[in-house]
Every structure is written in structure tokens, then in C-alpha cells.
């Protein structure tokens, strides 16, 4: 079965630039989270997506959404970009057989994105 | 608001030593607690899921014991080998909390030759 994939894996962007980051779950999971990670920061919850609802948010500012379309796909966006965007941009799937919160996240490789 | 710390930050072996990486979390209303390793530049591996109502999971060389009371986590690696060298990551999921993952600071670990 073919893992969390997420693209592109790697981004530069400039300042005020839009970006949209794409994420395939693992067959059949239909919860997707979305996570920033940065030396200084740690990782951070961005929000969760589950059949197409956003389940969790976390505190960014509102130029982070995101969405997640029938498949169980997702994207995020940043628009107006900021140097302290710069990350780590990690998305975890998980199947939710037996309820919320119970199964293992599977995360993917990641989305590095810089920004100038 | 759920606090999550892992001690020591880096922690330098020998291979072979058996080690144990601690993780304490401020709010005992957890769902689960997961352990992870994540290489250089890499994603998170999953390693051990621990439900609210185990006390223990194991795998191969790995063994998770959680303790909700007291708000702690420990991983145990036994035999470390170099390929053990990674950071290594506990998070919690909240009761009511979705599958939302509060992580800890991490570990740095280096197992040498």
C-alpha cells in the first residue's frame, strides 16, 4: 500500500507569493491533518480535515486554509507570504476505524517550502 | 493548554547501550500517545501508538510504557545500533481533541561506533 505522499517536496517562493501544497492519504483514511515545523517552533498543528469538513484548527493566521475534496486529498494554501513561512509543511493521514483519536497517524515526507 | 517536554534534548551513546528517552505531558485527559523518529530533512516515522488504557506496547527492540496519572511516557530502545540515530518525537491526542497531535520538543539521538 502506497504511503502518505505529498507534493511538490520541494518550493522557493518570494514575499506576498501564494502557495498551494498537495497531499495524497494513505488508500481509504479519510482524516487529514496538516503540521508546520520550524528550528524555533517545533511542530505545530495547522488543521485536520475529515470527509471534506474541517474538523480542528489550529492558531495561524487566516492565510493558512486548506480543503480535502471526495477523494480524501487535500491541499493547503498560504497566500501573502511571509519569511517566517519558511518550513516544513508535513501532512498525516489516518483511517479512524474505530473512532476519532484512535489510530496511528502515518505522515508523509514533507513539503519544504523557502521563502525569499 | 496541553504542554509537552522531552528529556534529555540530545543524548549521545555507545552502540549497544540499552537507553530510555522520557516524555511528560501536562494534561492527563490524553486519547493516545504516539512515539515517532524522524531522520534529517525527513518525515515522521510512527514508531509505537499507545491507547489511554494500555500501559505498554511493544515492537522488536522498542518498548513504550505510558503512565496517565503521572502525566509520563518513557521508550525504551534496547541493543542500540547507529541506524537508531534520529530524533525521536512523543505526541499526545487529547480527549475530544479530533486527531489533532500536540508534540514534544524531541530528542536528538546519536548512537556511535
Known amino acids: 500500500k502506497a504511503g502518505v505522499t505529498q507534493t511538490p517536496r520541494y518550493l522557493i517562493k518570494t514575499r506576498g507569493q501564494q502557495v498551494t501544497l498537495s497531499c495524497s492519504p494513505i488508500?481509504?483514511?479519510?482524516?487529514v491533518s496538516w503540521y508546520q515545523q520550524t528550528p524555533g517552533q517545533g511542530l505545530q498543528f495547522l488543521f485536520e480535515?475529515?470527509?471534506?469538513?474541517?474538523?480542528n484548527k489550529g492558531n495561524f493566521p487566516g492565510r493558512f486554509s486548506g480543503r480535502q475534496f471526495s477523494n480524501s486529498r487535500s491541499e493547503m494554501n498560504v497566500s501573502t507570504l511571509e519569511l517566517g513561512d519558511s518550513a516544513l509543511y508535513l501532512c498525516?493521514?489516518?483511517?479512524?476505524?474505530?473512532?476519532?483519536?484512535?489510530?496511528?497517524?502515518?505522515f508523509g515526507p514533507g513539503t519544504r517550502l523557502t521563502v525569499l | 493548554k496541553q504542554e509537552v517536554t522531552q528529556i534529555p534534548a540530545a543524548l549521545s551513546v555507545p552502540e549497544g547501550e540499552n537507553l530510555v528517552l522520557n516524555c511528560s505531558f501536562t494534561?492527563?485527559?490524553?486519547?493516545?500517545l504516539q512515539w515517532f523518529r524522524q531522520d534529517p530533512g525527513k518525515g515522521l516515522t510512527s514508531l509505537l501508538l499507545?491507547?489511554?488504557?494500555?500501559r505498554e506496547q511493544t515492537s522488536g527492540r522498542l518498548n513504550a510504557s505510558l503512565d496517565k496519572s503521572s502525566g509520563r511516557s518513557t521508550l525504551y530502545i534496547a541493543a542500540s545500533q547507529p541506524g537508531d540515530s534520529a530524533t525521536y518525537l512523543c505526541a499526545v491526542i487529547l480527549t475530544g481533541g479530533g486527531n489533532k497531535l500536540t508534540f514534544g520538543t524531541g530528542t536528538q539521538l546519536k548512537v556511535e561506533l
Open positions: 480535515y475529515f470527509s471534506e469538513t474541517q474538523r
Open positions: 494534561d492527563s485527559a490524553i486519547y493516545n
Open positions: 499507545i491507547q489511554s488504557s494500555q
Open positions: 498525516a493521514s489516518s483511517l479512524e476505524q474505530a473512532g476519532v483519536g484512535t489510530d496511528t497517524q502515518y
Open positions: 488508500s481509504g483514511h479519510r482524516s
